[in-house]
């Protein structure tokens, strides 16, 4: 009796752990500690379900510990060695293996254990979610990781079978849910659930993949409740719950900084249609060279940089900071312009920049470095094309008309660094190329850096 | 529907927890700054890996010779555990980052 009410107040801890530690994690001084504290409320709670005595069994101790240790290992090496340009993929693929997780739970309950209906229905709903975060979440590692573009894995009227397959989803979770229905339908219900999700993140890709990751995030905690209720665990409960909440508050954010619906990003993206590429064709983007662009930026006051997926796509991180550090030397005032969206994951970007010791306080977000742009000397654009897009202020019939984007063009002058005049994810023409404050200079973005860094150096 | 409202008296407890855990958790996340969104949401993902505790009853649960249980229920262990250790790991690794540069 007393040894069941020390576990009880194990998970109690473990959960109040899991609060106290996701509040910690929302300020940059205590965030370190916060992590710190949930994962010492996680420990906690895996003791405490390895000694509750109330269930019964054979134990099973060696399968446990073996699960464990292989886990924690794998774990434990790919966080140490994963390089921080990776961590979107990274993120993505330790969320899809928790989802992994609940979907096997649930599939062992439903086939094993004979179920009322209201356990059945949550089984079924932990396997949807699980199976939908795991292959999700797979298939955005593919994404991120350019093993797989969005041309390849997109049908011809994709959003149309997605709802279709959703009816389909749906239907069979009613019937499964209703009846005592065979192991082979409930194989079936798991293979359609697999490919759901592979199907439902297929056209969602670029600037989208912030949006998707985290509500792949909040999906998989929301199986872990789930699996809570199925197990009774109030801690799992707890757990999850939390994390479908941040996941879902995550999603919200990210939607609001584009400026569109959680549902309009679901259907599958920007659509090519509006006003796309008008009169592109014969406009002459200026370019410039690295002679040119570094006696600029050294006799400017102030300058921008405006990083995005390019970034971190060519590693410049650090070449940037160097670029930074030998402006500064020279009196140069230097800040980054950092727009929610930018990258691939939510705060991608300051992941990056915190790599290569950036300090805090010269990451500018979108009000502020719009309110700085106008005085600012040059604007330097590092791998971001749709943040910065002008159609999103001044072209009604874009498809990214409203969007919030960084005005970049009330600078006195901007530099592009850009591999090819090629659209960004959006697939719209950037005007801001051919603006007349615009010079471009093409090339990979580290080896354009470095170039003008040796310049600048040099000067 | 009286199966409905029996359900509702039966877990009276439970929907109180479901509920105030939802609002609780919007409320503590609600104001977080952009440069924690990766942390967070890395760090928020390794809490999600507290579904081992399930893979964990469900292997004590089972028979010595239920090898469909026993074996599903230790990869799904090992997959758990990876998303918690490799979660908390990378988390702490990218908030010693922004550590590093405050002073």
Known sequence: MIFTTIVDIAYLIGAILFVWGLRLLSSPDSAR????????????????????????????????????????????????????????????????????????LSIVELSTVSLD???????????????????????????????????????????????????????MFTYLAMTNASNTLLIA???????????????????????????????????????????????????????????????????????????????????????????????????????????????????????????????????????????????VDVKYAIHPVAGRMPGHMNVLLAEADVPYPKLLDLDDANAALPSTDVVVIVGANDVVNPAAVDDPTSSIYGMPVLNVWDAKHVIVLKRSMSPGYAGIQNQLFFHEKTKMFFGDAKDSIQSLLSEVKNL | MTQFMQFISDNLL?????????????????????????????????ISGVIIIGAIILIRRSASDDYFSLILGAIAIALGMINVVGGFAVTDRMLEMFKKKKK
């Open chain 2, 14 to 46: 439970l929907i109180y927890l479901l509920i105030f855990t939802v609002i609780l958790g919007f409320e503590v996340i609600s104001k977080v700054p952009t440069v924690l969104h990766t942390p967070l949401m890395s760090g928020a993902n390794a």
């Open chain 1, 189 to 331: 219900f798991l293979v359609l659930c697999l490919f759901y999700g592979w199907s439902f993140v297929a056209p969602i890709g670029g600037a989208d993949m912030p949006v998707v990751i985290s509500l792949l995030n909040s999906f998989t905690g929301l199986s872990a409740a789930a699996a809570g209720l199925i197990y009774d665990n109030n801690l799992m409960l707890v757990g999850g719950i939390l994390v479908g909440a941040s996941g879902t508050i995550l999603t919200v954010l990210m939607c609001q900084a584009m400026n569109r619906s959680l549902f309009n990003v679901l259907i599958g993206g920007f659509s090519a249609a509006g006003g796309a590429a008008q009169g592109a064709d014969d406009q002459v983007a200026k370019t410039t060279s690295a002679v040119d662009a570094s006696i600029l930026l050294y006799y400017s006051q102030s300058v921008m940089f405006v990083p995005g997926y390019g970034l971190a796509v060519a590693q410049a991180q650090k070449a940037l900071k160097e670029l930074d550090d030998t402006l500064e030397a020279n009196g």
């Open chain 1, 33 to 104: 500690k916060g992590n710190t504290l949930a994962a010492i409320g996680m420990a906690i709670g895996i003791a405490g379900s390895l000694c509750d005595n109330r269930i019964d069994g054979e134990g099973n101790y060696v399968w446990i510990a073996g699960g464990i240790v292989l886990g924690a290992t794998i774990g434990w090496l790919v966080a140490k060695k994963i390089k921080m340009t990776d961590m979107p993929q990274m993120v993505s693929v330790f969320n899809g293996l928790g989802g992994a997780c609940a979907a096997i």
């Open chain 1, 117 to 171: 209906t209201g356990g059945k229905v949550i089984s079924l709903f932990a396997l949807l979610i699980g199976c939908v975060a795991f292959t999700g979440s797979m298939l955005a590692y593919l994404k991120l990781d350019g093993k797989i573009w969005d041309s390849q894995v997109t049908w011809p009227k994709h959003n149309i079978i997605n709802q279709f397959l959703l009816i389909i989803v749906l239907g």
